[in-house]
């Protein structure tokens, strides 16, 4: 028998008490349930809290060389069973089975990278204006945190929150998608087996109106990270907000690749295709607008259309080219999109169908679309599927005036062989993301992670140093000594 007990409470693994139940669907055989469980309701979120609050005291005490040990081992235990999570996460994901593979490697190199910190992470001696008074910053943890994250990268999202929440010294309260509780469940088993004390991580599974609503605005939580859509992050940016608590949102993305006429053409290409269809479109820094110069634009966009329609499709488990969608709305979304696209006037030149014989999932051939224009909303609006909008523009300027006219802000791209150009871009550019003759997607997790505009609360980012500081309060102490 299956096991549905899905929620992880002060070390204890228990089944929701919600009289909803929850079914999790392989979107490539969505007829065939993976698991079925009850959610978690809001008192059994609440006791979560509770439990982490009262882990809180004896967890900030913990040394550094415990913490860091900690996340190593639990690093070595995603290394050692990444077949087993990269297959649960192919299946109730969709994502080629390769992608998963690297996606679970890139889990444990973050609870690598953030080991590093538990022993390394400083505050500053800053010089005294009072020669009698020393001066310094320390760094706190916040308390108990909550975790909110999405389907996309479900164990590489999780795991950079994780991973510094835990070395600083927060107790954590840990909500994943209902898309995606399989793997969240693994990666809590870890932990657990690697030894997180009871208390300090929790996992709750339940709905958005319920867990996620609890967990904004229950008091003992000190500190939101969340990753998701603009809508719900900028609700849980206004809760947080009114309550006075530190947020972290990243959120979606409407991502340009600028293509000049001095760029390599075959290189502006190959990006175009692995930032538009890889993961199937279903990444927040997924390239959805081609802004290309028209002297190149026909030689680029042949390239494109050949790239697109050489690509495979198929279950994840047999390591296509490209995966099905996530979900059946989510499958309705791309094809309500490729609609809207076509009533405006876009041209469609390739895709825009499901494959042959892949009727049963949510597949959809790649698709690219030209003729496309800023008023169009396929050229506003986030689809989150393998849908790329090829747009004209007759120099630089206006190149950076369409990347520029939507309301997100997240990642960008620019093909040039000119470094002036480049740094024009860099400047002018909307985006908390700039890549220089790379893909829109893909991010190093030395560096900070975050957007702009409608991208991101623009308040601390994730990743890197940046995200240290985001799960600590820095207190300023002057110490005179009698």
Not at 110 to 135: K, L, N, V
Not at 196 to 206: A, F, I, K, R, W
Not at 316 to 330: K, L, N
Not at 358 to 387: C, K, N, W
């Amino acid at each position: 028998m299956t096991d549905t007990r899905y929620q992880y409470i002060d070390g204890e693994w228990i089944e929701g008490d919600s009289d909803d139940e929850m079914t999790v669907r392989n979107p490539a055989v969505p007829d065939d349930p993976l698991a079925t469980f009850p959610r978690a309701d809001r008192e059994q979120t609440r006791n979560a809290v509770d439990v982490a609050t009262e882990a809180s005291e004896a967890w900030e005490e913990t040394t550094p060389d415990e913490r860091d040990s900690l996340l190593y081992d639990i690093a070595d235990l995603i290394d050692d069973n990444v077949d087993e999570l990269a297959q649960t996460l192919t299946k109730e994901e969709g994502k080629a089975l390769s992608s998963s593979r690297g996606e679970v490697s890139r889990a444990a190199e973050i609870f690598r990278f953030f080991a590093s910190y538990a022993r390394t992470a400083t505050g500053e001696t800053i010089p005294s204006s009072d020669p009698d008074t020393f001066t310094y910053t320390i760094r706190e943890p916040l308390g108990t945190v909550a975790l909110v994250t999405p389907w996309n990268f479900p164990i590489a999202t999780p795991s950079w929150k994780l991973a510094t929440a835990l070395v600083t010294g927060n107790t954590v309260v840990f909500k994943p998608s209902s898309q995606t509780p399989m793997i969240a469940k693994q990666l809590v088993e870890l932990l657990e087996r690697a030894g997180v004390p009871d208390g300090v991580v929790n996992l709750v599974v339940g709905s958005g109106s319920t867990v996620g609503d609890e967990l904004t605005t229950n008091d003992g939580i000190d500190g939101i990270s969340f990753t998701g859509s603009t809508g719900v992050g900028r609700q849980i940016a206004q809760a947080a907000a009114d309550r006075g608590i530190p947020i972290q949102t990243e959120m979606g993305g409407k991502n340009p690749q600028v293509v000049l006429p001095d760029a390599d053409i075959e290189d502006a290409a190959d990006a175009a295709i692995g930032g538009a269809f890889g993961l199937t479109g279903q990444a927040c820094t997924a390239t959805s607008r081609l802004i290309v110069h028209e002297d190149v634009i026909d030689e680029l966009t042949d390239a494109v259309v050949e790239r697109a329609e050489s690509l495979s499709v198929g279950p994840g488990m047999d390591d296509p080219d490209m995966g099905p969608a996530v979900s059946e709305e989510q499958d309705e979304t791309n094809f309500d999109y490729i609609d809207i696209a076509k009533e405006a006037g876009a041209t469609l030149l390739t895709g825009g169908t499901r494959p042959d014989g892949l009727e049963s999932g949510y597949y959809i051939e790649p698709t690219v679309f030209t003729d496309v224009t800023s008023d169009m909303r396929i050229a506003q609006e986030e689809v989150f599927g393998p849908v790329l909008s090829i747009m004209e523009a007759s120099d630089f300027d206006e190149a950076i005036e369409i990347a520029n006219d939507v309301e997100f802000g997240l990642s960008s791209s620019v093909f040039t062989a000119d470094m002036a150009s480049a740094r024009r871009f860099a400047n002018a550019i909307e985006a908390g993301v700039v890549k220089v003759n790379g893909a829109t997607t893909g991010s190093q997790i030395q560096m900070p992670f975050g957007g702009m505009k409608a991208s991101s609360s623009e308040t601390q980012k994730e990743m890197g140093q940046t995200a240290y500081e985001f799960y600590t309060h820095e207190k300023a102490v002057y110490r005179t000594d009698p």
